[in-house]
């Protein structure tokens, strides 16, 4: 369906233009009275790998770029652990807070404890500008900021959903257009939704929105970019390449000091094709790379930005569960980890084999950004944390 979609799209994109932003462009001036020189990116395999699918010797076949450009220049801790529920919201949120999170594995529930986002931005009285989340998996709407009486919605992360962001912009674009061919953009439109809009699982996924949502001009100005970028006939269509997209949109115009991003084609192992999840582990290899490299080419991130890739959780061992398919069992495979940083603060060509979890990332990032940790679970990762 590639060209039908991108021509439905071209016509689609020349009428969202003034549709959606009839005056100006973004040009909000920054009110960042304390913005960090730091800048830390987070990076996750989301959807979870098996350790021997990736940072095993045998795995390292799925992530060249990883493996001898990456890690070499940073630092390997080979022995990480998820605990807590092995559900993506669950696994995430625990990343992000440094906490389990014991709440609906499908997002319909906040986090229960605060967030790096919330208290990052409240204690540096920033803008949301400076903190993102930007996620492949849909059902991540409400991973910006916990509930709590003192954070909450005011000092939570700006979220993406690109998939979800294309999908609704696609839609309200047919809904007001009327005239000659509308049936058939619309059913072309209909295809592509569907096209956008899987869940691996099969059940369960929806769209839960925050409180806080983006500012209309925000929100209107990365739909048309994403929309544009979508019509290029060069332009890739996986989910993960939306959000790799998208988050070099928001860096180059926002330069946020804070962002977390959630790779998560992987997760498309529920189908039960060996290959398709390791072809999906080797573009999210190629994209934490070239996002690396983005990095590397601003002069905003350049020199002073870590970055922290690591996959959300295992998946189930070929004994104790079902295989790469799934993350149910519980056991070992679905917690085993790995983490690699590399950048400003990292020692560079090092690993240690000392035990870490994943929940040790929201603790270090506070450290790297100098903000407070509320109480938590997680350590800082002592190697990283300066
Ligand atoms: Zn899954």
Same mark, same amino acid.
């Given at each position: 369906m590639g060209l039908p979609r991108r021509d439905a799209l071209r016509i689609l994109a020349a009428c969202m233009a003034d549709w959606w932003l009839p005056r100006s462009v973004y040009a909000q001036k920054l009110r960042a009275p304390k913005k960090p020189e730091r800048r830390v990116i987070v990076v996750t395999f989301g959807? *979870?790998?098996?350790?021997?699918? %990736? $940072?095993?010797?045998? *795995?390292?076949?799925?992530?060249?770029? $990883? %493996?001898?450009?990456?890690?070499?220049?940073? $630092?390997v801790y080979p022995n990480g652990r998820h605990e807590g529920l092995t559900g993506h919201f669950n696994s995430t949120a625990a990343l992000v807070t440094g906490s389990r999170q014991n709440v609906d594995a499908y997002g319909s529930e906040a986090p229960v404890t605060p967030t790096i986002f919330e208290l990052f931005r409240k204690e540096h009285a920033l803008p949301p500008e400076e903190a993102w989340l930007i996620a492949t998996n849909k059902s991540f709407g409400l991973m910006g900021g916990s509930k709590l009486r003192a954070l909450g919605d005011p000092y939570s992360a700006n979220v993406v959903l690109p998939k979800q962001m294309l999908i609704s912009t696609i839609k309200a674009a047919v809904s007001t257009e009327a005239g000659p061919g509308v049936e058939n953009r619309q059913a072309l439109a209909e295809r592509m939704m569907l096209a956008l809009d899987e869940g691996y699982e099969g059940f369960g996924w929806r769209v839960f929105e925050s409180g806080r949502l983006l500012g209309a001009e925000v929100k209107a100005s990365l739909a048309k970019s994403l929309l544009a970028y979508f019509n290029d006939p060069a332009a890739p269509t996986s989910g993960d390449e939306l959000t790799f997209f998208m988050t070099k949109e928001i860096m180059n115009r926002f330069a946020p000091s804070l962002l977390v991003v959630n790779f998560w084609d992987i997760d498309i192992a529920h189908y039960g094709a060996y290959s398709l999840y390791l072809e999906a582990i080797r573009r999210t290899d190629r994209l934490v790379h070239e996002l690396w490299q983005h990095a590397q080419s601003l002069p905003q991130y350049r020199d002073r930005t870590t970055l922290i890739v690591v996959p959300e959780m295992g998946r189930d061992s070929d004994i104790a569960g079902n295989g790469f398919a799934n993350h149910r069992s519980g056991d070992e495979s679905c917690r085993r980890v790995w983490l690699v940083a590399v950048g400003a603060g990292v020692p560079r060509g090092t690993g240690t084999e000392r035990p870490i979890r994943t929940m040790d990332v929201a603790p270090t990032v506070a450290q790297m950004l100098g903000f407070k940790m509320a109480d938590c679970e997680g350590r800082p990762l002592a190697e990283l944390a300066f």
């Amino acid at each position: 369906m590639g060209l039908p979609r991108r021509d439905a799209l071209r016509i689609l994109a020349a009428c969202m233009a003034d549709w959606w932003l009839p005056r100006s462009v973004y040009a909000q001036k920054l009110r960042a009275p304390k913005k960090p020189e730091r800048r830390v990116i987070v990076v996750t395999f989301g959807g *979870g790998v098996r350790y021997e699918d %990736t $940072l095993a010797p045998e *795995g390292w076949i799925n992530i060249p770029h $990883l %493996t001898s450009e990456i890690a070499p220049q940073g $630092l390997v801790y080979p022995n990480g652990r998820h605990e807590g529920l092995t559900g993506h919201f669950n696994s995430t949120a625990a990343l992000v807070t440094g906490s389990r999170q014991n709440v609906d594995a499908y997002g319909s529930e906040a986090p229960v404890t605060p967030t790096i986002f919330e208290l990052f931005r409240k204690e540096h009285a920033l803008p949301p500008e400076e903190a993102w989340l930007i996620a492949t998996n849909k059902s991540f709407g409400l991973m910006g900021g916990s509930k709590l009486r003192a954070l909450g919605d005011p000092y939570s992360a700006n979220v993406v959903l690109p998939k979800q962001m294309l999908i609704s912009t696609i839609k309200a674009a047919v809904s007001t257009e009327a005239g000659p061919g509308v049936e058939n953009r619309q059913a072309l439109a209909e295809r592509m939704m569907l096209a956008l809009d899987e869940g691996y699982e099969g059940f369960g996924w929806r769209v839960f929105e925050s409180g806080r949502l983006l500012g209309a001009e925000v929100k209107a100005s990365l739909a048309k970019s994403l929309l544009a970028y979508f019509n290029d006939p060069a332009a890739p269509t996986s989910g993960d390449e939306l959000t790799f997209f998208m988050t070099k949109e928001i860096m180059n115009r926002f330069a946020p000091s804070l962002l977390v991003v959630n790779f998560w084609d992987i997760d498309i192992a529920h189908y039960g094709a060996y290959s398709l999840y390791l072809e999906a582990i080797r573009r999210t290899d190629r994209l934490v790379h070239e996002l690396w490299q983005h990095a590397q080419s601003l002069p905003q991130y350049r020199d002073r930005t870590t970055l922290i890739v690591v996959p959300e959780m295992g998946r189930d061992s070929d004994i104790a569960g079902n295989g790469f398919a799934n993350h149910r069992s519980g056991d070992e495979s679905c917690r085993r980890v790995w983490l690699v940083a590399v950048g400003a603060g990292v020692p560079r060509g090092t690993g240690t084999e000392r035990p870490i979890r994943t929940m040790d990332v929201a603790p270090t990032v506070a450290q790297m950004l100098g903000f407070k940790m509320a109480d938590c679970e997680g350590r800082p990762l002592a190697e990283l944390a300066f």
